[in-house]
């Protein structure tokens, strides 16, 4: 609040106060007063005026400094109204438990927001967990009766599995501090595993992995990583190319971490729309083209970065080839 | 042969899991009375125990920790959940290893025979010989009549699912699942490269012909 506002406020009294001086000096003046006279009986009524006007600004300020660094002191703004102290004068106080009963309808309603969403991210977490029994019996079963159906049948399994996968994943996003158990993990073996986990799926679409190059130890939570690297293999082979989908997997080390790249030759990305594959349910050309993006998995994968630290960054030539890479920074605490 | 317990209420998981195992040659014994878990592990006194965490009568950690009291048998948790809780849990009360649901075939078998070497001495494969021709996996060379050559890791793989598997025909597709499992992620082709990489290098052993081919079935030594 400026001072120009807050004389905005108060013009009716000024107003009152300036005529008020102005009709008792004509009064004074008609009875005979001098001009002197007249003068000093304003500057005494003037003045205490003035005076007590000018306190209430001090006043107002400091109270609203107050309330304003109470609120950046603040982590729930909404609790606000809980933690000041009441205000004395009747008219504010009026006010002040209107606007807290509105805040305390709107803490009841966001509460209920809350454990709405926390029971619905629990009974998503449930039903995944009870998906998986039948999901492993057909695994199991496929494998001890290994046909050409079964494995058919395995490779729809596997892709079944990586939907599965990607709701729970979606649902445990916003508490993946709560759900890591940061580990030192080998490279090669969690790709490894993102590829055993998909290897019906991959052989089926003929499929070339190539890791020679790749080694070295990352700190991180293996079932994360291994989530994010299936994902980003079946990408590869959903936007494969012409020829026979080719991936290569590597790691670099360098001063500041490792760097894991996956590159692979499918139909790549366009340059227009390279900037915005990681944004939620962005599914660009190539998806639309395509029968079964659905714009989540780049974005998990952007976003699991972020949680777990690690620097995602992905390049492509239309028409030739994509790159994604995952730079893990070296962290010397973690080492202790 | 390793006795491995199942510990698993869900009928038809532990029924394939037997099935699995058994033909993995393992030998396999299954808990079905699920109110008296602890004596049955006593009779069958294991190599391994598979333990589900989610059971009828007592959850699985509280077993694995309760079996700890009497026995170090490597245990390895089947479970449905997965967080970093369950994960911490199972291996801070005793267990040794943890998959969760629903768990790659290949990957349960690595697990299971990484545990079980750990009590034992590895048990490392010997050479195998068929019709004159020997295969030394630990070496990496196939060897007839005093003449030796070098085979590339790939190449090994192949001769030795083929060796293992003599006299039957091994399909294309097992090959390359075979390889695939080895963590070997070559395609179709590749494996065509490598077969004929393989009869190249057996040429000069003089025993080209060891490898037929069996139209649309796939390969035979």
Request: aromatic share 8%; net charge negative.
């Given at each position: 609040?400026?001072?120009?506002?807050?004389?905005?406020?108060?013009?009716?009294?000024?107003?009152?106060?300036?005529?008020?001086?102005?009709?008792?000096?004509?009064?004074?003046?008609?009875?005979?007063?001098?001009?002197?006279?007249?003068?000093?009986?304003?500057?005494?009524?003037?003045?205490?005026?003035?005076?007590?006007?000018?306190?209430?600004w001090?006043?107002?300020?400091?109270?609203?400094?107050?309330?304003?660094?109470v609120?950046?002191?603040?982590?729930?703004?909404?609790?606000?109204?809980?933690?000041?102290?009441?205000?004395?004068?009747?008219?504010?106080?009026?006010?002040?438990?209107?606007?807290?009963?509105?805040?305390?309808?709107?803490?009841?309603?966001?509460?209920?927001?809350?454990?709405?969403?926390?029971?619905?991210?629990?009974?998503i977490?449930?039903?995944?967990?009870?998906?998986?029994?039948?999901?492993?019996?057909?695994?199991?079963?496929?494998?001890?009766?290994?046909?050409e159906?079964a494995?058919?049948?395995?490779?729809?399994?596997?892709?079944?599995?990586?939907?599965?996968?990607?709701?729970l994943?979606?649902?445990?996003?916003?508490?993946?501090?709560?759900?890591?158990?940061?580990?030192?993990?080998?490279?090669?073996?969690?790709?490894?595993?993102?590829?055993?986990?998909?290897?019906?799926?991959?052989?089926?679409?003929?499929?070339?992995?190539?890791?020679?190059?790749?080694?070295?130890?990352?700190?991180?939570?293996?079932k994360?990583?291994?989530?994010?690297?299936?994902?980003?293999?079946?990408?590869?082979?959903?936007?494969?190319?012409?020829?026979?989908?080719?991936?290569?997997?590597?790691?670099?080390?360098?001063?500041?971490?490792?760097?894991?790249?996956?590159?692979?030759?499918?139909?790549?990305?366009?340059?227009?729309?390279?900037?915005?594959?990681?944004?939620?349910?962005?599914?660009?050309?190539?998806?639309?083209?395509?029968?079964?993006?659905?714009?989540?998995?780049?974005?998990?994968?952007?976003?699991?970065?972020?949680?777990?630290?690690?620097?995602?960054?992905?390049?492509?030539?239309?028409?030739?080839?994509?790159?994604?890479?995952?730079?893990?920074?070296?962290?010397?605490?973690?080492?202790? | 042969?390793?006795?491995?317990?199942?510990?698993?209420?869900?009928?038809?998981?532990?029924?394939?899991?037997?099935?699995?195992?058994?033909?993995?040659?393992?030998?396999?014994?299954?808990?079905?009375?699920?109110?008296?878990?602890?004596?049955?592990?006593?009779?069958?006194?294991?190599?391994?125990?598979?333990?589900?965490?989610?059971?009828?009568?007592?959850?699985?950690?509280?077993?694995?920790?309760?079996?700890?009291?009497?026995?170090?048998?490597?245990?390895?948790?089947?479970?449905?959940?997965?967080?970093?809780?369950?994960?911490?849990?199972?291996?801070?009360?005793?267990?040794?290893?943890?998959?969760?649901?629903p768990?790659?075939?290949?990957?349960?078998?690595?697990?299971?025979?990484?545990?079980?070497?750990?009590g034992?001495?590895?048990?490392?494969?010997?050479?195998?010989?068929?019709?004159?021709?020997?295969?030394?996996?630990?070496?990496?060379?196939?060897?007839?009549?005093?003449?030796?050559?070098?085979l590339?890791?790939?190449?090994?793989?192949?001769?030795?699912?083929?060796?293992?598997?003599?006299?039957?025909?091994?399909?294309?597709?097992?090959?390359?699942?075979?390889?695939?499992?080895?963590e070997?992620?070559?395609?179709?082709?590749?494996?065509?490269?490598?077969?004929?990489?393989?009869?190249?290098?057996?040429?000069?052993?003089?025993?080209?012909?060891?490898?037929?081919?069996?139209?649309?079935?796939?390969?035979?030594?």
């Amino acid at each position: 609040m400026r001072f120009s506002d807050w004389l905005r406020d108060k013009r009716a009294v000024l107003l009152v106060c300036f005529a008020g001086a102005l009709f008792f000096s004509a009064l004074l003046w008609l009875f005979g007063l001098e001009a002197g006279e007249i003068c000093l009986l304003i500057i005494c009524f003037l003045l205490p005026a003035a005076g007590l006007l000018l306190w209430d600004w001090l006043r107002l300020r400091k109270q609203l400094s107050h309330l304003r660094s109470v609120m950046d002191a603040l982590d729930k703004k909404y609790l606000f109204a809980e933690i000041v102290d009441a205000p004395v004068s009747a008219w504010e106080k009026a006010y002040f438990d209107l606007m807290k009963s509105a805040m305390k309808a709107m803490t009841e309603e966001v509460s209920y927001a809350n454990r709405q969403g926390r029971e619905y991210r629990e009974f998503i977490e449930q039903w995944i967990h009870e998906m998986k029994v039948p999901l492993t019996a057909i695994r199991l079963i496929c494998e001890n009766h290994k046909t050409e159906e079964a494995r058919k049948i395995l490779t729809q399994t596997e892709l079944l599995m990586q939907g599965v996968e990607r709701v729970l994943f979606y649902a445990r996003l916003g508490s993946v501090e709560k759900d890591y158990l940061i580990t030192e993990v080998s490279l090669r073996a969690c790709v490894s595993e993102a590829l055993a986990q998909n290897k019906q799926f991959l052989i089926q679409n003929n499929v070339c992995v190539q890791m020679d190059t790749l080694t070295g130890t990352v700190y991180s939570d293996a079932k994360w990583l291994q989530f994010m690297l299936s994902q980003l293999i079946v990408n590869s082979v959903k936007y494969r190319g012409a020829q026979p989908p080719v991936i290569t997997v590597a790691s670099h080390e360098q001063e500041n971490g490792i760097t894991l790249t996956l590159s692979d030759n499918g139909m790549g990305i366009r340059e227009s729309e390279i900037s915005r594959v990681f944004e939620k349910g962005f599914v660009g050309s190539n998806g639309r083209a395509g029968d079964n993006a659905t714009g989540i998995g780049l974005y998990l994968c952007d976003k699991l970065c972020e949680r777990l630290g690690i620097g995602i960054d992905i390049q492509s030539k239309a028409g030739e080839s994509t790159t994604v890479l995952l730079h893990f920074p070296k962290s010397d605490f973690l080492r202790v | 042969m390793n006795n491995i317990l199942i510990i698993e209420d869900e009928k038809l998981i532990r029924e394939e899991l037997q099935t699995l195992l058994s033909n993995a040659g393992f030998a396999v014994s299954c808990v079905t009375d699920f109110e008296n878990v602890l004596a049955q592990v006593r009779a069958e006194s294991p190599d391994l125990i598979l333990l589900d965490i989610s059971l009828p009568a007592q959850n699985g950690y509280s077993l694995c920790a309760s079996i700890r009291r009497f026995s170090e048998v490597p245990i390895l948790f089947l479970t449905g959940r997965s967080t970093a809780m369950d994960e911490l849990q199972a291996l801070t009360l005793g267990g040794d290893d943890f998959i969760s649901k629903p768990y790659n075939i290949p990957i349960l078998l690595a697990r299971i025979n990484v545990l079980l070497k750990r009590g034992q001495a590895a048990g490392q494969s010997g050479s195998l010989t068929y019709s004159g021709i020997t295969l030394d996996p630990v070496a990496g060379t196939l060897s007839a009549q005093e003449q030796e050559i070098e085979l590339t890791k790939t190449e090994l793989k192949i001769m030795y699912c083929l060796f293992s598997h003599a006299g039957e025909i091994v399909s294309r597709l097992q090959l390359v699942e075979y390889l695939w499992d080895n963590e070997i992620h070559i395609d179709d082709n590749t494996l065509s490269v490598n077969i004929m990489r393989i009869r190249e290098k057996l040429r000069v052993l003089g025993k080209e012909e060891l490898i037929r081919t069996k139209r649309g079935m796939g390969y035979k030594i």
